[in-house]
């Protein structure tokens, strides 16, 4: 029986070992393939610039190489002219943003991030500073493409650190500056299906439902420890809403959710659960229990004043569960009396 103990543990270790060779040999790849289109790039823009050379040799290329190097895949017109902006977009970007350029992460970063990612980023953000920074976050969370393209739909860089807390009173530097930045508001909930009026504990169960989102949407290093977890305190039962474990901050995190706008007596209750997290569940290395009240709205200054007498660390931040339309986006949609209108008359012959 040992034998077979020391067997399973000696497999899952050379299964480890492998998997994590297999991982890097991709990122490898991939690097590599980033960097050469990068260079090919470098190589056709220059010789455009040189030999005055239009966009009409970008389809003789992509036939020629084609035609001599069947085998080699990822030199189509389009993908070609993408290897091309990429070289404009960060070959020689001195003279348009030179603060940008100090931002520009290190090649082994920029090169390792997967081609459709640097594709979806030209696409989508046009501002270097902003693209650098999901290139930072694209290496810290792993996203997959479909991940980034969420982050950017639901405009992550503008909410990142952006909640309501009391970090700098209550945590020392660095942490405090680690848990704002790690947190963000509002947080946006469009994977869930709720209809309005809802109950605090249908969106509680909604969200557990749909984990990985939440997970996701939430951040890297949240690891779920339960809903409605029971805490015992001087013989009376109190049940948190979430609680989860931040694995890079090393601490309990609280999460309390809330319909309607916030209220100044739920920091109070908040500093009471974090706490009691803190007497009951804190291990000696683990740093200060962190609370974040989640509402529907909240009135800035409300928040201020409620937080700023508080002793634990708390945050507090809205949530959506649909992304706000802007207001000039709004004004060219049609009305529900417009479309029933129309809707109307469908299917009638002129």
């Known amino acids: 029986m040992t034998d077979l103990i020391f067997y399973g543990q000696l497999l899952s270790e050379i299964k480890s070992r492998i998997q994590k060779a297999q991982s890097k040999a991709v990122l490898a790849v991939n690097a590599e393939m980033v960097s050469m289109y990068f260079d090919i790039g470098k190589i056709i823009a220059q010789k455009q610039q040189q030999e005055g ?136 909930f469009d994977f869930l299906t709720l209809t309005t009026p809802f109950q605090e504990r249908e969106l509680e169960t909604e969200l557990v439902k749909h984990l990985e989102k939440f997970l996701l949407e939430l951040g890297a290093g949240f690891a779920f420890l339960g809903r409605q977890y029971k805490l015992s305190v001087a013989d009376q039962d109190f049940y948190l809403d979430l609680l989860f474990y931040h694995v890079k901050l090393r601490c309990f995190v609280v999460i309390e959710l809330k319909r309607g706008d916030f209220k100044p007596e739920y920091a109070g209750k908040m500093n009471f659960y974090c706490s009691a997290v803190d007497d009951i569940l804190k291990h000696s290395d683990d740093k200060p229990t962190i609370g974040l009240i989640l509402c529907e709205s909240k009135n800035r200054i409300f928040a201020e004043y409620a937080l700023r007498d508080i002793h634990k660390p708390i945050g507090v931040s809205e949530y959506e569960l649909t992304r706000s339309l802007p207001e000039n986006l709004k004004s060219s949609l049609p009305s529900i009396e417009e479309i029933e209108a129309e809707l109307s008359g469908f299917g009638e012959v002129e």
């Open 53 to 188: 050379w239009g966009a009409g040799v970008i389809p003789k290329l992509s036939r020629d190489i084609h035609n001599e190097l069947p085998e080699i895949k990822g030199f189509s017109e389009r993908n070609i002219g993408r290897m091309i902006a990429f070289y404009r977009e960060y070959g020689e970007p001195k003279a348009i943003l030179p603060q940008a350029v100090a931002k520009l992460p290190e090649p082994s970063i920029f090169f390792g991030i997967p081609w459709g990612h640097h594709i979806l980023l030209m696409e989508k953000i046009k501002d270097l500073t902003v693209r650098f920074w999901y290139m930072g976050e694209i290496v810290k969370n792993g996203w997959s493409r479909d991940n980034l393209a969420s982050m950017i739909k639901n405009q992550l860089h503008e909410r990142q650190g952006r909640l309501t807390h009391n970090f700098e009173t209550t945590l020392p530097q660095p942490q405090s500056d680690l848990v704002k930045q790690t947190l963000k508001d509002p947080y946006i």
